[in-house]
């Protein structure tokens, strides 16, 4: 027997062997299914033997059948679609986790043709302006970033339970602390600015951990936040606090998350309401799914974005019967021609020149995931006021590079995802104006109960702003400038690199980037650039070598 085992009267225990697993996964947390780096294949890996263990945990052939992670909405949609023999469910919630998590298990054939509930980043192989290629199962049913770590966490907790018995993390004696202490202090408490800055920096799970290269053994450096960002310990002790607390707290957890997030966006309650989702992906497909309760009676809707929207800002809009998507023109640096915009607005909102058509909503991006790009959401939200339409904002890759004002700017709807925010636990941020909900309040009821499932992802989203707040969004834009400039120069001296997108530091545009740097090496391939950059610089190689053990070193019983 395991020593874990063998320690089963400690009440504590189990909990504690559960976070060391975690951590170890945190070490080499990435985005799955891509990039070429150590990190992104090791996660994949971790993330496709979660699906196994599930298979196995409910005696099923793998072969015939497949496993989708999704939310508990998701799951409630899914099973909605299917009689009860059809498939199997297990819910983190049935080993009493606050962890938002589903895994469904199907028989493929079942699945082989079905169009996903949700659409989005992940769901897809190939798109063009008209048509799509789907995904294969189950991938085509998990839109957008899935919560990882907390499926790996549900996962190690299911085995565990094979040790400490089911009912495990039901009898865990509980350690109630205030919520003040859970999301406000830390070792960091006294700290603000360039210190806690600096002093953050080393706190990153998996920090400076070397893996083998061509050249010898070198740090991770991981150049893929535009994917997903790492977590700080800070965030992640708050996470091993949340879930060792009894339910009161945890509400209080959810309560103040959301004043939080109402002042980290600048959306005073009065006028606002913010609901908890798995990923940006799931919010805009929610609001894409109310477009007809939010489109004046006798219309035809018509929902305007870019060329340059991320696929969880199309994808959704295309599916949405009886409407029409168009898509805005695009400069060479990736900013919205304003004046086309007003020409659209004034043609379908005040000449009528297309019948029963109106623009009801302008969905764009706070700052592109191509070219950096972030277009003037003030200005934006002004022109599409005037006549009638309402704004949602993908702030996906915004907001945690810039400060965002929404009643200032006059948003109307905002998404963002906690796993590009320091938070990777599966949970995500819809902020929408009050009278919204207000018109069909009981549709609403199960999607905020839903999203409030997941309490260990609230209370990371709410670790991170409260950091980045006192670091302040200003100082974080100033030192991402001084990055990406020294980026671009770096690049711009190699002959055979092309920058897209705004390049010249003296540009006055160039304050209206971030630090997304797409470039293209004309002479080779990108996808042997990448390869390049990983086996040399750091580390697909120590994917060949420690991938296969990976599991096994979380899921070992023995504690290191």
Not at 153 to 182: D, H, P, W, Y
Not at 368 to 389: F, M, P, Q, W
Not at 434 to 447: L, Y
């Amino acid at each position: 027997m395991s020593n874990v085992c063998k320690a089963k009267g400690s009440s504590s225990a189990v909990l504690t062997e559960l976070e060391r697993r975690v951590q170890t996964a945190l070490t080499t947390y990435a985005n799955v299914h891509r990039g070429t780096g150590n990190h992104s294949e090791a996660t994949t890996i971790l993330y496709e033997r979660a699906r196994d263990i599930i298979v196995e945990h409910f005696g099923l052939d793998g072969a015939k059948n497949a496993v989708i992670f999704t939310s508990s909405l998701g799951a409630n949609i899914l099973s909605a679609q299917f009689r009860s023999d059809q498939y199997r469910v297990l819910s983190s919630q049935d080993l009493h986790l606050p962890l938002g998590v589903r895994a469904f298990a199907f028989k493929r054939k079942t699945l082989l043709k079905r169009i996903p509930h949700w659409a989005g980043g992940g769901t897809v192989k190939l798109t063009s302006p008209d048509s799509v290629v789907w995904a294969d199962t189950p991938d085509r049913f998990e839109a957008g970033t899935p919560g990882i770590v907390n499926i790996i966490a549900m996962v190690c907790a299911l085995q565990l339970t094979r040790c400490f018995g089911k009912s495990a993390f039901q009898e865990t004696e509980l350690e109630e602390i205030s919520v003040n202490e859970i999301l406000y202090n830390d070792e960091f408490s006294r700290q603000s600015g360039v210190e806690l800055l600096n002093g953050l920096k080393e706190t990153i799970v998996g920090f400076g951990i070397p893996v083998p290269t061509t050249k010898g053994s070198r740090p991770y450096t991981n150049l893929d936040n535009a994917a997903s960002t790492k977590t700080f310990f800070p965030v992640w002790n708050s996470v091993c606090q949340a879930w060792r607390q009894p339910e009161s707290v945890r509400n209080q957890i959810v309560d103040e998350t959301k004043r939080i997030c109402a002042g980290f966006l600048g959306a005073p309650s009065e006028e606002y309401t913010v609901v908890f989702t798995s990923n940006t992906t799931e919010a805009i497909n929610i609001v894409a799914s109310k477009l007809r309760d939010i489109s004046p009676e006798g219309i035809e809707p018509v929902v305007l974005n870019t060329l340059l929207e991320h696929n969880s800002n199309e994808l959704p809009w295309r599916h949405v019967p009886e409407s029409t998507l168009l898509r805005l023109s695009v400069d060479e640096e990736g900013f919205v021609d304003l004046q086309e915009l007003t020409k659209l607005l004034e043609s379908y909102n005040a000449q009528y020149e297309h019948g029963n058509q109106r623009i009801v909503v302008v969905a764009i991006s706070g700052a592109s995931n191509i070219l950096g790009a972030c277009n003037d959401l003030e200005e934006i939200c002004r022109l599409a006021h005037k006549y009638g339409a309402r704004v949602l904002v993908d702030a996906a890759q915004l907001a945690a590079h810039r400060r965002i004002e929404m009643v200032k700017w006059g948003i109307d709807y905002l998404a963002l995802s906690g796993h590009k925010l320091y938070a990777p636990f599966g949970s995500g941020v819809l902020v929408m104006r009050k009278d919204i909900i207000g018109r069909n309040p009981v549709a609403w009821e199960e999607i905020i109960t839903c999203g409030e499932e997941n309490v260990v992802g609230i209370a990371a989203i709410g670790k991170a702003m409260v950091l980045l707040q006192r670091i302040g969004m200003e100082l974080v834009e100033a030192e991402e400038r001084r990055l990406t400039v020294r980026v671009i120069q770096g690049l711009s001296s190699m002959p055979d690199v092309e920058i897209w997108g705004v390049k010249d530091p003296e540009s006055p545009r160039f304050r209206r980037r971030s630090g997304i740097i797409a470039f293209n090496m004309k002479l080779v391939p990108h996808n042997q650039a990448a390869q390049e950059l990983a086996d040399r610089g750091g580390s697909v190689f120590a994917m060949v070598v420690t991938a296969p053990t990976c599991w096994s070193e979380i899921c070992s019983g023995s504690p290191r």
